[in-house]
Nanobody, 122 residues
Framework: QVQLVESGGGSVEAGGSLRLSCEAS?????MGWFRQAPGKEREGVAT????????YYDDSVKGRFTISQDNAKNTLYLQMNSLKPEDTAMYYC??????????????????WGQGTQVTVSS
Protein backbone atom coordinates (compact mmCIF):
# COMPACT_ATOMS: atom_id res chain seq x y z
CA GLN A 1 0.00 0.00 0.00
CA VAL A 2 1.27 3.47 -0.93
CA GLN A 3 -0.29 6.57 0.57
CA LEU A 4 -0.09 9.81 -1.38
CA VAL A 5 -0.72 13.35 -0.17
CA GLU A 6 -0.81 16.24 -2.64
CA SER A 7 -0.30 19.92 -1.94
CA GLY A 8 0.41 23.13 -3.82
CA GLY A 9 -2.79 23.72 -5.71
CA GLY A 10 -4.49 27.10 -5.85
CA SER A 11 -5.78 29.87 -8.06
CA VAL A 12 -3.63 31.74 -10.54
CA GLU A 13 -4.06 33.98 -13.55
CA ALA A 14 -3.32 32.76 -17.03
CA GLY A 15 0.40 32.80 -17.72
CA GLY A 16 1.23 32.17 -14.07
CA SER A 17 2.97 29.24 -12.40
CA LEU A 18 2.27 26.71 -9.67
CA ARG A 19 4.23 23.80 -8.24
CA LEU A 20 2.42 20.73 -7.00
CA SER A 21 3.97 18.32 -4.51
CA CYS A 22 3.07 14.77 -3.61
CA GLU A 23 4.50 13.01 -0.57
CA ALA A 24 4.52 9.24 -0.85
CA SER A 25 4.72 6.76 2.01
CA UNK A 26 7.20 4.58 0.13
CA UNK A 27 9.02 3.81 -3.11
CA UNK A 28 7.11 3.30 -6.36
CA UNK A 29 8.41 2.21 -9.76
CA UNK A 30 6.17 4.71 -11.57
CA MET A 31 4.67 7.96 -10.35
CA GLY A 32 2.55 10.44 -12.18
CA TRP A 33 0.14 13.32 -12.27
CA PHE A 34 -3.36 13.10 -13.66
CA ARG A 35 -6.11 15.71 -13.84
CA GLN A 36 -9.86 15.75 -14.09
CA ALA A 37 -11.97 18.71 -15.10
CA PRO A 38 -15.71 18.83 -14.32
CA GLY A 39 -17.64 16.59 -16.68
CA LYS A 40 -14.50 15.10 -18.22
CA GLU A 41 -12.53 11.89 -17.86
CA ARG A 42 -9.41 11.76 -15.74
CA GLU A 43 -6.42 12.18 -18.04
CA GLY A 44 -2.69 11.63 -17.72
CA VAL A 45 -0.55 14.75 -17.55
CA ALA A 46 2.96 13.46 -16.84
CA THR A 47 4.66 10.37 -15.46
CA UNK A 48 8.15 9.46 -14.32
CA UNK A 49 9.97 6.15 -13.91
CA UNK A 50 11.86 6.14 -10.64
CA UNK A 51 14.68 3.85 -11.78
CA UNK A 52 16.08 5.97 -14.59
CA UNK A 53 14.05 9.17 -14.41
CA UNK A 54 12.38 8.67 -17.78
CA UNK A 55 9.49 11.07 -18.21
CA TYR A 56 6.35 11.08 -20.32
CA TYR A 57 4.12 14.07 -21.03
CA ASP A 58 0.76 14.65 -22.59
CA ASP A 59 1.09 16.80 -25.70
CA SER A 60 -1.06 19.51 -24.13
CA VAL A 61 1.53 20.25 -21.43
CA LYS A 62 4.84 19.59 -23.19
CA GLY A 63 7.18 22.54 -22.83
CA ARG A 64 5.11 24.04 -20.00
CA PHE A 65 5.04 21.38 -17.26
CA THR A 66 7.96 19.52 -15.71
CA ILE A 67 7.67 16.41 -13.57
CA SER A 68 10.45 15.55 -11.14
CA GLN A 69 11.05 13.63 -7.95
CA ASP A 70 13.24 13.62 -4.89
CA ASN A 71 13.81 9.94 -4.15
CA ALA A 72 15.39 10.67 -0.78
CA LYS A 73 12.19 12.40 0.32
CA ASN A 74 9.79 10.15 -1.61
CA THR A 75 8.30 13.32 -3.03
CA LEU A 76 6.97 13.97 -6.52
CA TYR A 77 6.67 17.42 -8.06
CA LEU A 78 4.91 19.04 -10.99
CA GLN A 79 6.17 22.46 -12.00
CA MET A 80 3.49 24.15 -14.09
CA ASN A 81 4.39 27.24 -16.07
CA SER A 82 2.49 29.33 -18.63
CA LEU A 83 -0.77 28.08 -17.19
CA LYS A 84 -3.90 28.30 -19.31
CA PRO A 85 -7.58 28.34 -18.30
CA GLU A 86 -7.93 24.88 -19.86
CA ASP A 87 -5.46 23.57 -17.26
CA THR A 88 -8.13 24.12 -14.60
CA ALA A 89 -8.86 20.77 -12.97
CA MET A 90 -8.41 18.63 -9.90
CA TYR A 91 -4.89 17.24 -10.04
CA TYR A 92 -4.16 13.79 -8.68
CA CYS A 93 -0.90 12.12 -7.76
CA UNK A 94 -0.63 8.46 -8.72
CA UNK A 95 1.83 5.66 -8.03
CA UNK A 96 2.44 2.03 -8.92
CA UNK A 97 5.08 -0.50 -7.89
CA UNK A 98 4.88 -2.80 -10.91
CA UNK A 99 7.77 -2.92 -13.35
CA UNK A 100 7.16 -1.72 -16.90
CA UNK A 101 6.51 1.36 -19.01
CA UNK A 102 5.12 4.29 -17.06
CA UNK A 103 2.46 5.21 -19.55
CA UNK A 104 -0.10 7.98 -19.15
CA UNK A 105 -2.87 5.42 -18.88
CA UNK A 106 -5.04 5.66 -15.80
CA UNK A 107 -5.11 1.86 -15.57
CA UNK A 108 -1.32 1.77 -15.14
CA UNK A 109 -1.59 3.12 -11.60
CA UNK A 110 -2.94 1.44 -8.49
CA UNK A 111 -2.55 4.14 -5.87
CA TRP A 112 -4.10 7.61 -5.87
CA GLY A 113 -4.04 10.72 -3.76
CA GLN A 114 -7.09 12.78 -2.81
CA GLY A 115 -6.33 15.54 -5.30
CA THR A 116 -5.53 19.23 -5.22
CA GLN A 117 -7.48 21.87 -7.13
CA VAL A 118 -5.83 24.09 -9.72
CA THR A 119 -7.84 27.01 -11.08
CA VAL A 120 -6.53 29.26 -13.84
CA SER A 121 -8.45 32.43 -14.63
CA SER A 122 -8.28 34.30 -17.91
Amino acid sequence: QVQLVESGGGSVEAGGSLRLSCEASGYSFCMGWFRQAPGKEREGVATIRSGDGSTYYDDSVKGRFTISQDNAKNTLYLQMNSLKPEDTAMYYCAADRRWGSCSLSRGRFNYWGQGTQVTVSS
